[in-house]
């Protein structure tokens, strides 16, 4: 079982940064794959991020690449998600998920938890 509690979603101007971080529960986070998933109102979740066990692999949504950041940290049970350049249409609840194989997966039905998102919205 693993619990997950995303933070530091807010307000931001287009053009301006943001860091989300996820701390996880449990003593067998570095046997789980990670991943970041968006929400926008009226629109289904969207994959953004996914990163493997040890952190050597990443994978990013086009609409993100280049701009978003995944990492890891093993020993402190946390991912974190660094998004740079933001846009109006980067506006949605992020969320935290993890997937119980050490492989990422763009695909949100591959994700066995969840996190309970967080806010982030970008003015124009």
């Known amino acids: 079982q693993v619990q997950l509690v995303e933070s530091g979603g807010g307000l931001v101007q287009a053009g301006d940064s943001l860091r989300l971080s996820c701390a996880a529960s449990g003593r067998t986070f570095s046997s789980y794959a990670m991943g970041w998933f968006r929400q926008a109102p009226g629109k289904e979740r969207e994959f953004v991020a996914a990163i493997n066990w040890s952190g050597g692999s990443t994978y990013y949504a086009d609409s993100v690449k280049g701009r978003f950041t995944i990492s890891r940290d093993n020993a402190k049970n946390t991912v974190d998600l660094q998004m740079n350049s933001l846009k109006p249409e980067d506006t949605a609840v992020y969320y935290c998920?993890?997937?119980?194989?050490?492989?990422?997966?763009?695909?949100?039905?591959?994700?066995?938890?969840w996190g309970q998102g967080t806010q982030v919205t970008v003015s124009s």
């Open positions: 998920a993890a997937r119980s194989t050490y492989r990422t997966s763009s695909y949100a039905p591959e994700y066995n938890y």
